[in-house]
Nanobody, 120 residues
Framework: QVQLVESGGRFVQAGGSLRLSCAASEHIFSNDVLGWFRQAPGKEREFVAA??????YYADSVKGRFTLSSNNATNTVYLRMNSLKPEDTAVYFC???????????????WGQGTQVTVSS
């Protein structure tokens, strides 16, 4: 059974930090690229970061502020978000793809999302 479950989103003030978690089913965690996307109200879903077999990938808007990591024992990918800005406010989704891509259409499986709200 494919499963992606995000957690960790909450309200935070600008300049603060959060760590989002994505718990994946073992098959997905072991074989697929795990990516993070976000979607703000009225905007399209946008790529944030992805963890592939050969490396980590970040959108320019978060490079230097967000960091991916993982825990192989728990099949969990983390997105550490520092120096948060109001424009980071969005629902954050974890997704799985068979290959590295920044396009949402390339991801076959999605979690339910977790809300991040950054106040100014």
């Amino acid at each position: 059974q494919v499963q992606l479950v995000e957690s960790g989103g909450r309200f935070v003030q600008a300049g603060g930090s959060l760590r989002l978690s994505c718990a994946a089913s073992e098959h997905i965690f072991s074989n697929d690229v795990l990516g993070w996307f976000r979607q703000a109200p009225g905007k399209e879903r946008e790529f944030v970061a992805a963890m592939g077999r050969k490396g980590l990938y970040y959108a320019d808007s978060v490079k230097g502020r967000f960091t991916l990591s993982s825990n192989n024992a728990t099949n969990t990918v983390y997105l550490r978000m520092n120096s948060l800005k109001p424009e980071d406010t969005a629902v954050y989704f974890c997704a799985a793809s068979p290959f590295v891509t920044t396009t949402p259409a390339g991801y076959l499986y999605w979690g339910q999302g977790t809300q991040v709200t950054v106040s100014s």
